[in-house]
Structures are given as C-alpha cells and as structure tokens.
C-alpha cells in the first residue's frame, strides 16, 4: 500500500516500471498472477506483510490473514530459528512457492521498504516496542494483546500511532464477531434499559518473581537469548521460557495476566457503556471480583474465574470462554465464545434472530483481519484502534494494580494517573533494560 510520504510508494514504482515498459515495447514476461488473475489482485495492489513472532497464536492469526488474497505474507521474524522455518514452510505451501524471506532481528525486516504491514505476534514484552519501532518505520500494524506490558507503554504506543498517522489494530478480535457485536447492541440501543451492570470474565490474578534454573544458553542463531528477552530485565536461559512458559512471570506478563482475557471482556465492557475514550474512576478488589465503577454510574465487575476451563458461578456455562455479561434496567444479555447468546426478557430475543444458533465463534480472527486490512487500503480507524487499546487495557492494568496493592484506588482518566497514591502511580511503567527502551 502506497505510504503518506513525498517519496514515490513501491505501488509507484511498480506502476511506472509497467507503464515504461509498454511505451518501449520490451518482450518481458509476467506471471498470470501478478496481472491479477484467477481473481488475484495484482502484485502491486496487495498489502504487503511481514510477521513478526511465530509461535501458536501469530500461526492461527496468519491462517486467517492468508485467506485474504488482497494481502501477501512476504517475511517472517523470530529469534527461534525452529519457529522461523516452520512459519515459512506454512507461507510458501500456502502460495506454492519458496519466496518467503526470514529474519532474527525485526529491526532488518522493518528495513525492508516493501513491506507496508506487520503483524506482530511476539510474547507479550515486546508487543508495545516493536509496534512503536514499526510505526515509526512507517508501517501499519496488527498487534496481538495485550498490546503493552504497562499504563505507560499502551499511552506511548497510541501516542506513537496518533502522531505517525499509521493504522493499528489491536488483536481484540471478539469486537469484530457478530455474536458480541450484537450483545453490545442491545446495551447501547436501550434494549436493556439503563445499563447499571457489566460483568467481565478475567483469570485469577497471579504474579511469579522466582527464576527457572539457568541452562547453556544456545547459539544466537538458534535462539537469540538477548532478543528474546528484549526490554524485559535479564535472567539466565532456560528453554521453559521459549516454549511459552514465560506466561504468569512479571517481567514478562501484563497485568498480573488479568489482561490475558481482560484485554478481550474488559473491552467489550467498555464499548458497551459507550467508554472508549475513558475509563472507570475507581478500582478495588474484592474476593474472588475487582470491583470498578464509571463517572457515570454505571459498575464493572471484573470476575476472576480461575481456570478459563471448567464450571463458572453465576454464569450460564454452555456459553464459552470470556463471557461478558450486560445488565440494565429492564434486562441483561450474555454471551461468549462459542457464540451463544442469551438474553432476558425473552422477548428481546427477536433483536437477536440474525446470530442466535449460528454459533459464531469469538476465537476466528479472519473478519477482524480483513477489518484491519481494508483500513490500510482506506486509512480509517479499525475496530480496535490504538485509541480504544489505550483505554481498555489501562483499565486493565488499573485493575490489576488495585489486586497488587490490596487497597482501592481512585483514578482519573483524563490524566490517566491514579489520585494521591505515589506508589499506583510508580507502577504505571517499568524500567526497559538497555539498548531496548523506546
């Protein structure tokens, strides 16, 4: 896609090379493929991609995004080399070919001034850094949540974004399944009355400081240790770390992982009071629940269910994971992850005739994908903005702090600074170690 620079786009180089050619009547040939057939956009009419980090989660969101035949994969980043091939391996059989480039520094693939995109799928320390290095490399971004390991770095990449002019989109597909969308309707239309209640789904809050036993760290081209770990504080190698066992270690997780699924309910919750531009104004923990509540009245309560897995008390469990939960006035709707949805009065169920029993499941990225893609192409805001990030996930985070500190905390977000409390506001960010701050 053509970048918003005074310099000639790779679409305009493209095009002028083609038209040359013409002029001269050169005997070159082009595959069928590049002229767009086979109902193919042509080469020069494709969104250009490059992921980086490929483990389970980036590989399930590329199976989505390789559907689209307006956007093709051409790199893919990791500091494993066992995960660099096997991402090529999946681009080049899904397009027939051996094209797909490899990297072990991102910084080489943001190099490239063929790439327009990024799909960034690293753990969660490096999501914020290298969406903001992206951006400022011009390029647009599809990042996996949570976005930013801390308040301060979800603000540094909106701001980053807000001032680049490039499209983000967080990886908070369920904004773009029509089950979700469709609850969030009732809440917003009156259906329900007036909204006094929303219920967001999270995992039991757990923080782990301890250290795995140091290994022989491999060689860099194998597993590159110091990348890897990036701006998170340094420790010795152990190979639980790669194979996703850096999960629930504070140097490495957001939000005591509250934000895990938080980064999904918790937004949800947010658009369904009409709060993207906000957030709530107090946090405090309680049991088994965060309560939080909104200027305007309204009460969030951020469940903490344990297990994704298993029975939920309180909500109807034939409905999957991440359950959200609206309550008005005059009635409630409830939905999840495997696309049920239910609903009281029953009435209300005639609002509801074009999703209920299609069971369409909250996991699938693939219109949330093509949501990301078409705004590259028009330069719109997707679903899932940095600016709707920004506030979902410091209400996140916010939440996650009043867990930490056992104690209720009052918040203004506006400032988005938390109110006489010098240690919540100590918390907002953590020190990067060098060279890997931005």
């Known amino acids: 896609m053509p970048k918003k620079t005074g310099k000639l786009s790779r679409r305009d180089v493209l095009k002028g090379s083609t038209a040359a050619g013409a002029a001269m009547a050169l005997p070159w040939l082009v595959p069928a493929t590049a002229l767009g057939a086979e109902s193919k956009p042509a080469a020069s009419e494709r969104i250009a991609l490059g992921v980086i980090g490929i483990g389970p989660r980036a590989t399930y969101d590329l199976g989505g995004i390789l559907k689209q035949p307006d956007c093709q994969c051409l790199a893919i980043c990791d500091v494993q080399a066992s995960r660099r091939e096997a991402g090529k391996r999946l681009v080049d059989q899904h397009y027939g070919n051996q094209d797909c480039k490899l990297y072990r520094d991102f910084r080489e693939l943001l190099a490239r001034g063929d790439i327009d995109a990024v799909l960034v799928a690293t753990g969660d320390r490096w999501h914020a850094p290298a969406s903001i290095l992206a951006a400022r490399a011009g390029k647009d971004i599809y990042s996996e949540k949570p976005c930013g390991l801390t308040i301060g770095l979800c603000q540094a990449l909106d701001d980053t974004i807000q001032k680049t002019g490039r499209v983000f989109q967080a990886g908070t597909q369920r904004r773009s399944v029509a089950n979700f969308q469709a609850a969030v309707r009732l809440a917003q239309g009156g259906k329900l009355g007036k909204i006094r209640k929303l219920m967001a789904s999270v995992y039991t809050p757990s923080i782990e400081t301890s250290w795995l036993p140091g290994e022989p760290t491999p060689p860099r081209e194998v597993i590159d240790w110091d990348l890897w770990l990036g701006p998170a504080p340094w420790r010795p190698y152990n190979h639980r770390y790669v194979e996703g066992g850096w999960r629930g270690y504070w140097d490495f997780d957001s939000g005591a992982r509250l934000l895990d699924w938080g980064a999904h309910t918790v937004d949800l919750c947010q658009w369904a009071n009409g709060a993207d531009d906000t957030g709530p104004v107090e946090f405090e923990a309680s049991g088994k629940t965060i309560n939080a509540r909104y200027a305007n009245g309204v009460e969030l ?101 009043a867990w930490l500190l056992k104690r209720k905390l009052r918040f203004d977000p506006a400032q988005e600074k938390f109110i006489a409390d010098d240690e919540a506001n100590g918390l907002r960010i953590r020190p990067a170690r060098a060279p890997w701050a931005v």
């Open 301 to 401: 309560v951020i469940d903490c269910l344990g297990t994704p897995f298993g029975q939920r008390p309180g909500w109807v469990q034939s409905l999957g994971t991440c359950p959200v939960r609206f309550v008005g006035e005059e009635g409630w709707v409830e939905t999840g992850d495997n696309g049920g949805i239910e609903v009281q009065p029953e009435s209300l169920k005639e609002e509801l005739k074009d999703v209920i029993g299609k069971r369409l499941v909250g996991l699938d990225v693939s219109t949330h994908a093509r949501n990301f893609l078409d705004c590259v192409k028009s330069r719109q805001k997707p679903a899932a903005n940095s600016r709707v990030m920004r506030h979902s996930h410091i209400a996140c985070h916010a939440a996650a702090l």
